[in-house]
């Protein structure tokens, strides 16, 4: 069994407001557990702060931190997670290195002064860096798989199964760069093999389509594209992430209600929504 909630699927920055209610203003962070004492903490947004309160309630003996890349969205709530300053917690973090530089140098860049008080190496935790893409690896009754995806800098996505069932972590993606006539065919296509078949994909869906032919190249998936990718994949349901700052309730809301009635999709659509819980 898979459970997760979303606490944070909000791109780019944190907002807040009166238009912000129902989707929430929170940078990417999803819980994903078994039930039985594992904890995956999908990106380390600003959502991860209050996870980190509602984690430790559970009394975790291990909390594992998958990184998708390390763009400020992803990683601003680390320092204020809990769970990091209790002595001896272990703690794994896991994420891509660049090719100049280890992930623990790359990840202290923002832990350390003038950034953050608190240094990487101060953390009283038991703290654990592991670089991916690295294979497959499991965690507790979890195995993942990590691949570099098509988004600026170092960026994997996951792929994570327990008992026949498949989530897929794809918050920043763009796979349509550069083909006009997306899709292709699915060996050519980024993060293609991570969607496969899932039960649920969680996929960058910024950008309605006007708004895609201004930011071409920065990364990030149009409302087509995202449909596009998720019915070549065949998964099951699709979860929109990564919304953008400037878009209120409602145009999220029509967002979602376009990629049912303009593209007839043979998957479900769930709305990313800050507190969204499901079971698989």
Wanted: glycine share 10%; net charge negative; charged share 20%.
């Amino acid at each position: 069994m898979i459970r997760l909630k979303v606490w944070g699927s909000r791109g780019s920055i944190p907002v807040s407001g009166p238009g912000t209610e129902a989707y929430g203003g929170s940078t990417p962070c999803v819980h994903v557990t078994d039930g039985e004492g594992t904890h995956l903490v999908l990106d380390a947004g600003s959502g991860i702060r209050l996870l980190g309160g509602a984690l430790l309630q559970q009394q975790p003996k291990r909390v594992d931190i998958l990184l998708t890349h390390l763009h400020m969205d992803h990683i601003q709530g680390i320092g204020f997670f809990i769970p990091l300053y209790v002595p001896g917690l272990e703690v794994h973090i896991w994420g891509p290195a660049s090719t100049s530089m280890r992930l623990w140098s790359r990840l202290a860049r923002y832990m350390s002064p003038p950034l953050f008080p608190v240094r990487l190496r101060e953390l009283p935790c038991n703290l654990t860096l592991h670089e991916v893409p690295c294979g497959q690896f499991s965690i507790g009754s979890f195995t993942v798989n990590s691949q570099l995806i098509c988004h600026p800098g170092p960026t994997v996505g996951f792929r994570i199964e327990q008992a026949g069932k498949v989530v897929t972590y794809i918050p920043d993606h763009e796979p349509a760069l550069g083909e006009p006539a997306f899709p292709i065919k699915p060996e050519w296509t980024s993060g293609f093999s991570l969607a496969h078949n899932a039960d649920l994909l969680i996929h960058d869906m910024q950008y309605r389509e006007d708004e895609y032919q201004r930011c071409i190249g920065w990364g990030h998936s149009s409302v087509r594209d995202a449909c596009a990718f998720a019915r070549l994949a065949g998964v099951r349901q699709l979860m929109p992430f990564h919304h953008d700052p400037a878009h209120t309730d409602s145009q999220l809301q029509a967002m979602a209600q376009d990629a049912r009635d303009q593209y007839n999709p043979p998957f479900q659509i769930i709305e990313g929504k800050e507190g969204t819980e499901l079971e698989l």
